[in-house]
């Protein structure tokens, strides 16, 4: 692989941009899936805590759509 493609790559993982990095953005979204799921599968959270409801519903229709 040459060093300027290699770079890069690097550059896009660090800040994606353009249709390269919609890429890699799927491509990280997809490898950190399952460290996401367990993460989330450790929270406890109180039935009447409305913010963290919220942001477990927003996680979990994320993680359905990808």
């Not at 993982?13 to 950190?32: C, E, Q, V, W």
Request: glycine share 8%.
């Amino acid at each position: 692989m040459e060093m300027g493609l290699l770079n890069r790559l690097i550059e896009q993982a660090k800040n994606p941009k353009g249709f390269i990095g919609s890429i890699m953005l799927r491509i990280m979204n997809t490898a950190h899936t399952g460290m996401n799921k367990w993460a989330l599968d450790k929270l406890r959270i109180r039935e009447d805590s409305k913010f963290w409801t919220s942001v477990l519903e927003g996680a979990k229709q994320y993680m359905h759509c990808t």
